[in-house]
C-alpha cells in the first residue's frame, strides 16, 4: 500500500511541474496576479521594444541587431501582433540597407494608420556617424507596413544627427522630441554643456516635424517622451546622461512655449509613462541600483516616488511599451536575465498600482 501511494504522489509532482512548465512557456497563470512572460527571442539581440492596441490586437515592436550598438546594417525592426497577449505572430520586418533601425515607437495616426518611429543610424567603432529620424506606416488593416523613409525636419533647427525619439498624437497633431547631438564623444563627460539639445516638434502628416519651442534642459538630454493631458497640458520625461544623470519632467501648457522643469530623484533609462489618474503618474524605465531591473514606478505629477514595482530582469534591459486594457496595465520590455536577451510582456492588474 505504502508503495502505491509513493507512485502517486510521484505521479501528483510530475503532473503539477508539467502543468507549471507550460503555464510559463506559453500562457499567462490564471488569477490577478503580477504575471510575465517571454513572447520572442529569435533575434540574437532583441531590445528596445513599444507596445499598442489597434484594431483591436496588441502590436509589439522591438530591435533585432547583432548586439546592443552595431555597425551598418545590423538593426532590423520586427513587429508582432496578438489578440490577448498570448499567441503572438510576425507581420513585418522593417530594414534599410547599410542602416541601423534602432528604437521603434508605435502611435496611431489621425488616418487610422500605425505609424512606426525610429532613427535610422550608422555606427563606426561604437561611435555614431550617421542619424536622423525614419518613419513606417501600417495600411489600414495592420498587415502591411511601407518601406521606412527619412522624416524631414523643420531647418530652424538646423539638423545635423538628430532622433525624434517617440512621437504621441493629441487632437490630430502629432509631438515628438528631437534630440540632437552637436559633438559625438565617447567621454561624455568631456563633451560641452550643450553638445546634445532637446526640441518640441510637430507633425500632421508623420512626415514633416516643424519646431515648436526649445527644451532647456542641459547635461546631455536625449531620450524623452510626451503625454498631454485630458486639460492640454503637456508633460515631458526626459534622460539625462551628464552631470548627475537624474531624469527631469518637464511640463507645459497649450501652445507649448514656456516650460517648467522637475528634477527627479533617479536617473532614466529607455523612459515612458502614462497618467494613471488626476493626480498620479506610472513610469516604466531602467532602474540603475546595485542590480539593473526594469522597473514600473508610481509618482505624482512632480515625479516624486510613491511606489515601486521591479520586474523579472538584470542586466541589459529596459525600454519598456506600456498600455492599459482590460484594468491591468500591459509592458512590454526586454532583459537578458535569463541569458539571452529578449523580450517580455508583463500585466499588471491596476490595484497592484495602488499607493496604501
Same mark, same amino acid.
Given at each position: 500500500?505504502?508503495?502505491?501511494? @509513493?507512485?502517486? *504522489? ?7 511541474? &508539467? ?14 496576479? %503580477? ?128 532622433? %525624434?525619439?517617440?512621437?504621441? =498624437?493629441?487632437?490630430?497633431? &502629432? ?9 559625438? &564623444? ?9 553638445? =546634445? ?5 510637430? #507633425? ?13 534642459? +542641459? ?13 492640454? @497640458? ?24 514656456? =516650460? ?18 488626476? @493626480?498620479?503618474?506610472?513610469?516604466? #524605465?531602467?532602474?540603475?541600483? +546595485?542590480?539593473? #531591473?526594469?522597473? %514600473?514606478?508610481? #509618482? ?25 486594457? *482590460? @484594468? ?14 529578449? %523580450? ?13
Amino acid at each position: 500500500m505504502m508503495m502505491y501511494k @509513493n507512485v502517486f *504522489k510521484i505521479l501528483w509532482v510530475l503532473l503539477v511541474s &508539467g502543468a507549471f512548465s507550460l503555464a510559463m512557456a506559453g500562457s499567462f497563470p490564471p488569477g490577478d496576479s %503580477i504575471a510575465v512572460k517571454k513572447i520572442w527571442d529569435q533575434g540574437k539581440h532583441n531590445a528596445f521594444t513599444d507596445l499598442i492596441r489597434f484594431n483591436n490586437q496588441f502590436y509589439c515592436a522591438f530591435r533585432e541587431g547583432l548586439s546592443h550598438v552595431g555597425g551598418k546594417n545590423s538593426g532590423k525592426i520586427r513587429i508582432l501582433k496578438s489578440k490577448e497577449g498570448e499567441q503572438w505572430e510576425s507581420v513585418a520586418l522593417l530594414e534599410i540597407e547599410d542602416l541601423d533601425l534602432r528604437d521603434a515607437k508605435l502611435s496611431i495616426t489621425p488616418r487610422n494608420q500605425l505609424m512606426v518611429t525610429m532613427a535610422g543610424a550608422v555606427f563606426e567603432e561604437g561611435l555614431v556617424q550617421q542619424l536622423f529620424p525614419m518613419v513606417s506606416f501600417s495600411d489600414k488593416s495592420g498587415q502591411r507596413f511601407s518601406q521606412p523613409e527619412r522624416a524631414v525636419i523643420d531647418p530652424a533647427v538646423n539638423p545635423t544627427k538628430d532622433w %525624434i525619439w517617440r512621437v504621441t =498624437w493629441h487632437k490630430g497633431v &502629432g509631438y515628438g522630441i528631437d534630440y540632437q547631438l552637436k559633438e559625438n &564623444g565617447r567621454d561624455r563627460s568631456k563633451l560641452k554643456k550643450d553638445a =546634445w539639445l532637446v526640441y518640441l516638434l510637430k #507633425t500632421t502628416d508623420g512626415k514633416y516635424f516643424e519646431k515648436v519651442s526649445q527644451l532647456e534642459v +542641459d547635461s546631455l538630454p536625449n531620450e524623452a517622451t510626451i503625454r498631454v493631458d485630458e486639460k492640454d @497640458n503637456m508633460y515631458v520625461l526626459v534622460r539625462r546622461e551628464a552631470g548627475d544623470r537624474m531624469g527631469v519632467l518637464a511640463h507645459s501648457n497649450y501652445p507649448y512655449q514656456q =516650460w517648467n522643469y522637475n528634477k527627479l530623484s533617479l536617473r532614466l533609462g529607455g523612459p515612458n509613462f502614462l497618467f494613471l489618474n488626476k @493626480n498620479d503618474i506610472v513610469m516604466g #524605465t531602467r532602474l540603475y541600483e +546595485d542590480k539593473t #531591473t526594469t522597473g %514600473i514606478l508610481v #509618482t505624482d505629477r512632480s515625479g516624486k516616488v510613491r511606489k515601486t514595482i521591479r520586474l523579472p530582469s538584470d542586466g541589459d534591459t529596459s525600454y519598456p511599451g506600456m498600455l492599459m486594457y *482590460k @484594468n491591468k496595465l500591459w509592458v512590454s520590455y526586454y532583459s537578458s536575465h535569463e541569458g539571452k536577451s529578449s %523580450i517580455y510582456l508583463a500585466q499588471i492588474p491596476i490595484r497592484e498600482l495602488e499607493v496604501k
